[in-house]
């Protein structure tokens, strides 16, 4: 990182980039699926500020903004146009500006993993970016996605020009982007998309130029099956992305894809999924939880994608877990804002219960019950939830029912 942090930039008092993932508080909303774009999004999202700031989110993922080849954002092409399928610059400007005024971060989807090209180049491909902001040519590209630079320091993603990290020209360069994102856009947390493209390293290297006070990465790889379903153990999945986290400078919180994996298996009446041989969450929440993102579903794995669906009948039953529970819950638009206003309000409860009870990524868990049909545990030892149909509650009269619903039931004290 040597010569870009010396660089003054203009936000001094915010740039505490471990400030955030320390004090543990957050609650995410993924505020857009992936058919977003065909509804003037940032005008729309625009009128739901109010809602998310009241609600208790503290950041909102927003989808890519750059112009992209896809109208989802996810094969961006010229960075620096903020013109998408999403809406103008002026609306996208507009809105930041609104959930800053409401105290709602913005969280910018990065997608620096690939690149479409403009015109072709090396091998008849179209592997150079000219007439277009930071016009490169296909040294920026790996070899193995057909360009003239090194190969890539992660896995590729098919069927693009992969971006080479190893450039210096190109690190500036992207480390411009975020700067000008984070600075003058005003987009406070990013989210790295497709994290496993590149070496975590350069994660690292652009948090600690760009200063961004949050950041997530997506490392979604396979959790551990075999013929009968998912393993029990699933700690080297775990431990892939603790890895990753680690690579960053510890720098970056991930999303908790284990705990994700486990606990739509654990609804279906596995309960006895949800507690590792150590007596554990099963996940990276179990090991490393100021650093675990959790999550029901996003925009590849639910909306009309639907690659890794959550139990649609469970959904309440999981974010009583992922709520109630340490980590960094996030929530997704779809289950929030078009599955019902019941769901909507039972969310904002149990959001509310977190935070009146005060717990946080790092509050201390006691796994109590975990049975076929039954889970319970106390968090923060003053907060106890029981999820599942058998009849539970916990012992001792200091406990009072804070919220339930179908299949879940949140104690306090």
Not at 60 to 81: C, I, N, R, V
Not at 280 to 290: D, F
Not at 379 to 401: F, H, N, Q, Y
Request: glycine content about 10%; overall charge neutral; aromatic content about 12%.
């Amino acid at each position: 990182m040597g010569y870009y942090n010396n660089v003054f930039d203009g936000c001094n008092d915010q740039t505490d980039i471990g400030r955030v993932i320390r004090d543990g508080r957050e609650v995410i909303l993924q505020a857009y699926n992936w058919e977003s774009h065909k509804h003037d999004w940032w005008r729309n999202l625009d009128g739901k500020v109010p809602d998310i700031a009241k609600s208790g989110f503290t950041s909102a993922w927003l989808p890519p903004p750059s112009q992209s080849l896809a109208p989802e954002g996810y094969l961006p092409q010229d960075l620096y146009s903020l013109n998408s399928a999403y809406g103008s610059e002026q609306l996208l400007k507009s809105l930041i500006r609104k959930m800053k005024q409401y105290k709602v971060r913005a969280m910018a989807d990065i997608v620096i993993n690939h690149r479409v090209g403009t015109t072709k180049g090396h091998g008849g491909m179209y592997n150079r970016y000219d007439g277009i902001s930071l016009p490169w040519d296909e040294h920026a590209v790996t070899s193995c996605t057909g360009g003239l630079g090194n190969r890539s320091t992660g896995d590729n993603f098919n069927g693009v020009p992969n971006v080479d990290h190893t450039q210096h020209f190109v690190r500036k360069d992207i480390i411009g982007w975020l700067r000008w994102l984070r600075n003058t856009v005003g987009f406070q947390d990013f989210r790295f998309d497709f994290a496993r493209g590149y070496s975590a390293n350069y994660v690292k290297e652009y948090i600690g130029a760009a200063k961004p006070l949050f950041s997530v990465g997506e490392c979604w790889d396979s959790c551990n099956y075999n013929g009968h379903g998912l393993d029990y153990n699933q700690d080297s999945h775990r431990q892939r992305i603790i890895s990753w986290i680690d690579a960053t400078g510890q720098v970056s919180a991930a999303f908790d894809f284990t705990t994700k994996g486990i606990l739509q298996e654990a609804v279906k009446g596995q309960y006895w999924r949800l507690c590792d041989s150590q007596g554990k969450p099963p996940g990276v929440m179990g090991w490393w939880p100021s650093r675990a993102v959790t999550f029901l579903d996003n925009h590849d794995t639910g909306s009309t994608q639907a690659h890794w669906p959550f139990p649609s009948h469970h959904i309440m039953e999981g974010y009583a877990y992922i709520l109630t529970h340490p980590g960094i819950p996030c929530v997704f638009y779809d289950h929030f804002y078009d599955w019902g206003s019941s769901i909507h309000d039972q969310i904002v409860k149990l959001i509310d219960v977190r935070r009146r009870q005060d717990i946080h990524s790092r509050s201390t868990i006691r796994v109590l019950e975990a049975q076929s049909n039954l889970y319970a545990a106390i968090v923060g030892e003053k907060l106890c939830i029981k999820l599942g149909d058998a009849s539970w509650c916990p012992s001792g009269r200091e406990w009072t029912l804070a919220t339930s619903g179908h299949r879940y039931a949140v104690w306090h004290k």
